[in-house]
Nanobody, 123 residues
Framework: VQLQASGGGLVQAGGSLRLSCAAS????????MGWFRQAPGKGREFVAV????????YYADSVKGRFTISRGNTKNAQYLQMNSLKPEDTAVYYC?????????????????WGQGTQVTVSS
């Protein structure tokens, strides 16, 4: 699966952004579609995921209630709606897909990654 993320930018605290991730290739076999982020000097951090045919959603505690993950009907796109943004949300955001039912919070569970899109939240 090839992934292309977009939608990042500069926003003031309290604002909103919507990230998109276009997927191509063997998308029918995808089990999980997720988002991670990486701030300068830190490791890649789980943000949100949709898993399984039913699309069960899971979020990191730090974004629960503010971010919403969704996907297109054919798994050719996934989205991350980010509301009430905080300066600590500043990071490069990556979309990712995985074929297997594994530990969804670790980056190693995902086989394909997008190139990342920068989100900067000013105070």
């Amino acid at each position: 699966v090839q992934l292309q993320a977009s939608g990042g930018g500069l926003v003031q605290a309290g604002g909103s952004l919507r990230l998109s991730c276009a997927a191509s290739g063997r998308t029918n076999s995808v089990y999980a579609m997720g988002w991670f982020r990486q701030a300068p000097g830190k490791g890649r951090e789980f943000v949100a995921v949709m898993r399984g045919s039913g699309g069960s959603k899971y979020y990191a505690d730090s974004v629960k209630g503010r971010f919403t993950i969704s996907r297109g009907n054919t798994k050719n796109a996934q989205y991350l709606q980010m509301n009430s943004l905080k300066p600590e949300d500043t990071a490069v955001y990556y979309c990712a897909t995985g074929y297997y039912d594994t530990d969804y919070v670790v980056p190693e569970s995902y086989e394909s990654w997008g190139q990342g899109t920068q989100v900067t939240v000013s105070s």
